[in-house]
């Protein structure tokens, strides 16, 4: 069983900072990629970030030049850094990892998501 446990969430008012985490437990063989994404109200679920095994990064054009994904590989962690934060980041954010939890076997595991507000 494989587990991605988000924190970092919360209130915060424009031009203001958070920073996400996500910790992937259980039996995991290595982790591919891993991403945010969100989902605001009446709307779909967006990417916001990824990053590779190798570090390679993408970003929502809306974000670019405000968030900053990074990854700790030894503890199977990623962060999501955001700044300068708009009332239009108020989402729940997601983690996504692809993580490879046997021979052969590879999962698409989701966080159960962390409320962002950005309001004044």
């Known amino acids: 069983q494989v587990q991605l446990t988000e924190s970092g969430g919360g209130l915060v008012q424009p031009g203001g900072s958070l920073r996400l985490s996500c910790a992937a437990s259980?039996?995991?063989?290595?982790?591919?990629?891993m991403g945010w994404y969100r989902q605001a109200p009446g709307k779909e679920r967006e990417l916001v970030a990824t990053?590779?095994?190798?570090?390679?990064?993408n970003y929502a054009d809306s974000v670019k030049g405000r968030f900053t994904i990074s990854r700790d590989n030894a503890k199977n962690t990623v962060y999501l850094q955001m700044n300068s934060l708009k009332p239009e980041d108020t989402a729940v954010y997601y983690c996504n990892a692809g993580i490879w939890v046997g021979v052969g076997r590879w999962k698409n595991a989701w966080g159960q998501g962390t409320q962002v507000t950005v309001s004044s």
């Open positions: 990053i590779t095994s190798g570090s390679s990064t």
């Open positions: 259980g039996t995991i063989f290595s982790i591919d990629t």
